[in-house]
């Protein structure tokens, strides 16, 4: 059994501990930055190539550091071909979707335009190699834009039903929202979810949520409403080591129980210490302030030199965290 599995079942059947949380490496970001996907080179020579990307990729499925290694359809194909994942606990998800809010690419503006949807992945050739794809969807209370979100999502379902495709839904926050305050947008996102599944019955019903962290009020609505819902939380931008680990905590502790992070992993300047850490924090063995700390011990130990000093390191910079650091 994959780790993922087990860990739905304990989730889902009231048994679960922190040693049951689910953590993801979003490692798709080829569908999003072009050039820039895997992050810089730490010695400032460019951007880390296709190669490296994989080899970090590998390194973290080899280690059986992470549940679920989420990729681009490409990327994906290379890392099953490879076989590292044949007797792994780890799964292989890919991306299914890559909506326009994510195009990313240098000199764009696609971010800043309402999401439309659009899937370069073919589920019938991806179901060769990989069973679990992401789906996401943005909703900006623009009528016409997000009826045909949830329309594509109709569509999507169908096809990944007819392949025997399971999902699991990414809902973004607005990239370009229509008469919503800052302080509406976690009770909008909320009841856009629960609207949106509403009408989806078991046989296509995502697996679990992958969303912004909008605060604990928020995330606690979300997890009380319907606890047969299980929520995740995306990573979001790159941030301090201890935003990242906060963000871990706080929301667990507000009842997500799945973390699917990009580039707060990739990057770190040491992938592996970084997640056994993540690990820690969620068994309670660290305090955020503490995992820190025992990070740049780590770094220090094998002779990495950090990107941000110790001080800097331990600030919580990301606003929806600050509220709740240290609690």
């Avoid at 589920?123 to 009826?147: A, K, M």
Wanted: charged content about 25%; aromatic content about 6%.
């Amino acid at each position: 059994m994959k780790a993922l599995e087990r860990k739905l079942a304990a989730i889902g059947d009231g048994s679960y501990t922190g040693d049951d949380f689910v953590l993801a490496d979003a490692k798709d970001a080829d569908m999003a930055f072009g050039a820039a996907s895997a992050g810089p080179r730490p010695d400032g020579s460019g951007f880390r190539s296709r190669p490296e990307y994989l080899a970090h990729m590998k390194a973290l499925v080899e280690a059986e550091a992470i549940d679920i290694l989420l990729t681009s359809a490409s990327n994906g194909e290379r890392i099953a071909a490879d076989g590292v994942l044949d007797s792994s606990p780890v799964t292989l998800a890919v991306r299914g979707n890559d909506t326009t809010d994510i195009w990313n690419q240098r000199c764009s503006a696609y971010t800043t335009v309402p999401s439309r949807p659009f899937r370069s992945a073919n589920l019938e050739v991806v179901r060769g190699f990989c069973d679990l794809v992401l789906y996401s969807v943005t909703f900006n209370n623009d009528l016409d834009h997000d009826l045909r979100s949830v329309e594509e999502y109709a569509r999507f379902r169908a096809d990944a039903r007819a392949v025997g495709m399971r999902h699991f839904l990414e809902v973004f926050n607005p990239n370009a929202p229509v008469g919503l305050a800052a302080d509406e947008v976690g009770a909008f996102v909320n009841d856009s979810i629960l609207r949106t599944l509403a009408g989806v019955t078991s046989s296509e019903r995502p697996l679990f949520l992958k969303m912004a962290y909008n605060g604990p009020a928020a995330m606690r609505e979300l997890v009380d409403n319907d606890p047969s819902l299980v929520v995740g939380i995306l990573g979001g931008s790159a941030g301090t080591t201890r935003d990242c680990f906060e963000l871990l905590h706080q929301g667990e502790r507000n009842g997500a129980r799945v973390a699917l992070f990009g580039r707060k992993i990739q990057r770190a300047e040491s992938q592996l210490d970084l997640v056994r850490l993540m690990r820690a924090v969620l068994r309670g063995e660290h305090t955020p302030e503490a995992a820190v700390k025992e990070y740049h011990a780590a770094l220090a130990a094998a002779g990495l030199t950090p990107v941000r000093s110790l001080e800097d390191d331990l600030r919580v910079t990301e606003p929806v965290l600050a509220a709740g650091a240290g609690a």
